[in-house]
């Protein structure tokens, strides 16, 4: 088993695996680099909740926050105060709840498949997701009955990993390449009756889709909050109290076996936890794009290989890129917002090629 937090593999080339020595290694610096993260989720939530189309002062937001919080406080504008408890505090609080899972999410996907391109797309929640959210736009409660657009979204998520999960498996066990061709080939096939969907839907159904596909946050509610929190927090324990294991899993089925751990049973539990935490953020938030596949590499490159750390900077890099993203999809085009996916892969796809050029001259 890698030995934790030492080194960790950031490209290949003809002179085998490259590896550096990560900054926020050593317990010391990971736990500075937690104690910033938080800082800095704490510092983008106040700046998001102050900016937007009624500028409010951070003084005035903290204010208002502390009044809530029952601490004694001056008056607060009685205007400003509805606007930041009843709809930017929401929106704020969904970004960092969507950017928190979808992270970690990819974290443990890109583990189980051992593959760095691994993420929610990739083992087709997110185009179920999207078939089930584009059916209720396009056909309506003549096809979906009662269901809303986030129950059939969920419920589209399930059945599509339910189907990977079926086809990826092989004598017990879920094969890395096996499970991503199934995944890639469910995603297609989805993705397909989507497409053709989009072909009949009328123009204002094609905007409502393309919108809900790129991800939004925008209409956040306080009564939005109460499940992603659950789902998002009782994964995260759940994934870090098995992280010894997961570590195994990462280094081969034959390591993982060898140290006494059920590996198809454990590839099962991992997968549905996923699965239910991908499913429950897709069906608040849409299709946001690279957040789970950018930020487990970078908490890879800050803190190693080993899950436990990742996770947890996984949890808090995810907490501050969405709300981020967020708030510049919201200032970029202002008073016009953009989905906060455009932004996302704005930032993500060039991080790749960058990380891919950086892999290139290491391998030199």
Not at 164 to 173: E, I, K, P, Y
Not at 313 to 342: K, N
């Amino acid at each position: 088993m890698r030995k934790r937090g030492t080194t960790v593999a950031v490209g290949t080339g003809s002179r085998g695996p490259v590896r550096h020595r990560p900054p926020f290694a050593d317990r010391r610096r990971f736990a500075g680099l937690c104690a910033g993260l938080a800082g800095g989720v704490v510092a983008v939530g106040v700046v998001g909740i102050a900016i937007g189309a009624v500028p409010i002062s951070p003084g005035t937001v903290v204010a208002a926050l502390a009044d809530h919080a029952g601490l004694p406080v001056s008056a607060v504008d009685p205007v400003a105060d509805q606007i930041i408890w009843t709809s930017r505090v929401p929106r704020v609080l969904l970004a960092v709840l969507v950017g928190a899972g979808l992270a970690v999410a990819g974290a443990v996907i890109q583990a189980i498949v051992r593959n760095p391109l691994g993420d929610p797309y990739l083992i087709g929640i997110v185009p179920g997701a999207s078939l089930g959210a584009v059916t209720v736009i396009v056909a309506g409660a003549s096809v979906t009955g009662a269901l809303s657009l986030s129950v059939a979204a969920f419920l589209g998520g399930l059945l599509a990993f339910a189907a990977t999960f079926v086809l990826g498996r092989q004598d017990g066990h879920w094969p890395p390449t096996r499970l991503v061709l199934a995944g890639v080939a469910v995603g297609y096939l989805v993705s397909s009756f989507t497409y053709f969907l989009q072909t009949i839907a009328t123009p204002n159904q094609v905007t409502r889709v393309l919108f809900w596909s790129l991800g939004s946050v925008a209409s956040a509610r306080w009564g939005d909050l109460a499940l992603p929190a659950i789902v998002v927090s009782l994964a995260t324990v759940w994934l870090l109290l098995h992280g010894r294991r997961l570590n195994a899993l990462v280094n081969g089925v034959d390591v993982a076996s060898a140290l006494g751990i059920q590996v198809g049973r454990f590839q099962f539990q991992l997968m549905v936890v996923v699965a239910l935490l991908t499913g429950t953020l897709v069906a608040v938030s849409g299709g946001i794009l690279f957040v789970g596949l950018v930020v487990p590499h970078v908490a890879r490159l800050l803190v190693g290989a080993e899950n436990r750390r990742v996770l947890v900077a996984s949890v808090l890099l995810g907490a501050v890129f969405l709300p981020l993203a967020d708030l510049l999809a919201r200032t970029v085009r202002a008073p016009v917002e953009l989905p906060v996916g455009i932004v996302t892969a704005a930032i993500g796809a060039p991080f790749f090629l960058w990380l891919l050029r950086t892999s290139g001259r290491r391998a030199r």
